[in-house]
């Protein structure tokens, strides 16, 4: 690793540099604030910066009012939604049918066609017997985290299953 050289002159021109930026009065690139600053009685700047504030101010409470009239908006929208939501997952919270048909399809799969006409279909594979069988009366129910279980009336068996239709 090379070593920059500093000598004394640049070092001292570099903090020269940095004094003169420090100690530069910072000016606004708004026109009426600049216009306030250039006023010599104390009062009649206070009065300006005053009312230069008061503008701003004024803009700010509109666009304010205009941002709650959009969250209330939003708020409405999602009360209809969750309203929506809540309507349906009552009604898909619990699902009493009989068993139509029982069909073992390729990758041991089991697929469940009800009375009202929903298909279900096992989340994990089956390899050896069939648990369900035509004319029996399930339920199904959303279960505890995600998903839902089917459960054979008069029975201690249970089925993670996903809804085809």
């Known amino acids: ?97 009989e068993i139509r048909s029982v069909n073992k399809r390729g990758g041991y799969k089991v697929y469940i066609v009800l009375k009202n006409g929903q298909t279900w279909k096992t989340v994990k594979d089956i390899y050896d017997r069939i648990p369900v069988k035509e004319g029996q009366v399930v339920e199904i129910s959303e279960g505890f985290l995600s998903g839902h279980v089917l459960k054979v009336e008069g029975k201690k068996l249970s089925l993670r299953v996903r809804k085809i239709q």
């Open 1 to 97: 690793m090379t070593k920059i050289p500093i000598d004394f002159n640049s070092g001292f021109q570099i903090s020269c540099l940095a004094l003169i930026f420090i100690s530069h009065s910072v000016f606004s690139n708004n026109l009426d604030a600049q216009s306030c600053l250039a006023i010599n009685n104390p009062d009649k700047r206070l009065i300006c910066y005053d009312d230069l504030f008061a503008r701003y101010h004024e803009v700010d409470s509109q666009n304010s009012a205009l941002k709650i009239d959009k969250l209330d908006q939003i708020e409405k929208k999602q009360e209809a939604v969750g309203k929506y939501e809540s309507e349906r997952l009552k009604e898909d919270s619990l699902i009493t049918s």
